[in-house]
């Protein structure tokens, strides 16, 4: 079966598939302007009979359904999402790998915004849960992370909150960003772990940081598999960040500086 197709718009977005996977691009589509910088692409496309062409802008807004398709379109294959298993989570633990996990997080643009953000800081997995709500890497998903989406990997898993909980009994410290009653997060809260039977700090587990829908937070499954719950403070006049703003924090402190 013909897998289903998705457009990468934007110069940055397809010149990082580009470097990453030049033989995923199917067609190539792109006004005058534009063409005059990815000569080198579309050779390489005319040597393996792929179409590429130069079109109006009325025919690029067609193709990539939006207006917002930054002078070029890559067309490329729906990527296919998959479940990471055992051994993949202990590779994790043991290569102590940051992970952001997205609880039904809806918003094509902020898992966009939310993988640019990963992908800046070295962040190189993230894990959605197979829900209707939950937002899968799409047209829009792709322009919004400017190629942060190239940079890192996007896998699926049938229950959330039981791979939140093996994460846990594997090793890690699983952390759920709460709008409110989780502990404060300020400089300097960070967490440290002592091993049994040792008096000074071991080094810390490695971590995955949860962070739940945009209008309902974190589900209360989620919520009980977390070894620890964070909460940004804030003025009170404004009840919560955007998740892709408190999403950016929250790697920053939990998961890169650390």
Same mark, same amino acid.
């Given at each position: %079966?013909?897998?289903? /197709?998705?457009? +990468?718009?934007?110069?940055?977005?397809?010149? &990082?598939?580009?470097?990453?996977?030049? *033989?995923?691009?199917? !067609?190539?589509?792109?006004?005058?302007?534009?063409?005059?910088?990815?000569?080198?692409?579309?050779?390489?496309?005319?040597?393996?009979?792929?179409?590429?062409?130069?079109?109006?802008? *009325? @025919?690029? /807004?067609?193709?990539?359904?939006?207006?917002?398709?930054?002078?070029?379109?890559?067309?490329?294959?729906?990527?296919? +999402?998959?479940?990471?298993?055992?051994?993949?989570?202990?590779?994790?633990? !043991?290569?102590?790998?940051?992970?952001?996990?997205?609880?039904?997080?809806?918003? &094509?643009?902020?898992?966009?915004?939310?993988? !640019?953000?990963?992908?800046?800081? $070295?962040?190189?997995?993230?894990?959605?849960? *197979?829900?209707?709500?939950?937002?899968?890497?799409?047209?829009?998903?792709?322009?919004?992370? /400017? =190629?942060?989406? @190239?940079?890192?990997?996007?896998?699926?898993?049938?229950?959330?909150? *039981?791979?939140?909980?093996?994460?846990?009994?594997?090793?890690?410290?699983?952390?759920?960003?709460?709008?409110? $009653?989780?502990?404060?997060?300020?400089?300097?809260?960070?967490?440290?772990?002592?091993?049994?039977?040792?008096?000074?700090?071991?080094?810390?587990?490695?971590?995955? +940081?949860?962070?739940?829908?945009? @209008?309902?937070?974190?589900?209360?499954? %989620?919520?009980? &598999?977390?070894?620890?719950?964070?909460?940004?403070? =804030?003025?009170?006049?404004? @009840?919560?960040?955007?998740?892709?703003? &408190? $999403?950016?924090?929250? %790697?920053? /402190?939990?998961?890169?500086?650390?």
């Amino acid at each position: %079966m013909k897998r289903a /197709e998705i457009n +990468l718009c934007g110069l940055v977005a397809v010149r &990082a598939r580009w470097r990453r996977d030049p *033989a995923s691009i199917l !067609r190539l589509f792109f006004d005058l302007e534009t063409g005059k910088r990815v000569g080198v692409i579309s050779r390489a496309l005319a040597a393996n009979r792929k179409v590429y062409r130069c079109v109006e802008t *009325a @025919e690029l /807004e067609r193709i990539a359904d939006t207006v917002h398709h930054g002078g070029i379109v890559a067309v490329v294959a729906e990527p296919v +999402l998959e479940t990471p298993k055992p051994a993949q989570i202990l590779a994790w633990v !043991r290569h102590r790998e940051p992970l952001l996990l997205l609880d039904r997080i809806g918003n &094509a643009h902020n898992l966009g915004a939310l993988a !640019r953000t990963a992908a800046f800081f $070295g962040v190189r997995n993230i894990v959605i849960p *197979a829900h209707p709500q939950a937002a899968i890497p799409n047209d829009a998903a792709y322009r919004i992370s /400017e =190629g942060g989406l @190239e940079a890192l990997q996007v896998w699926r898993v049938s229950d959330l909150a *039981a791979f939140a909980r093996d994460l846990a009994q594997a090793g890690y410290q699983v952390i759920g960003a709460a709008t409110r $009653g989780g502990e404060t997060l300020r400089p300097g809260t960070r967490p440290k772990f002592s091993k049994p039977g040792t008096r000074g700090p071991a080094p810390s587990k490695p971590a995955a +940081l949860i962070l739940g829908n945009e @209008e309902h937070g974190i589900a209360e499954a %989620m919520t009980a &598999a977390c070894t620890r719950l964070v909460t940004l403070p =804030g003025g009170g006049d404004v @009840e919560s960040l955007n998740v892709s703003v &408190a $999403g950016a924090l929250l %790697m920053w /402190e939990l998961l890169v500086h650390r």
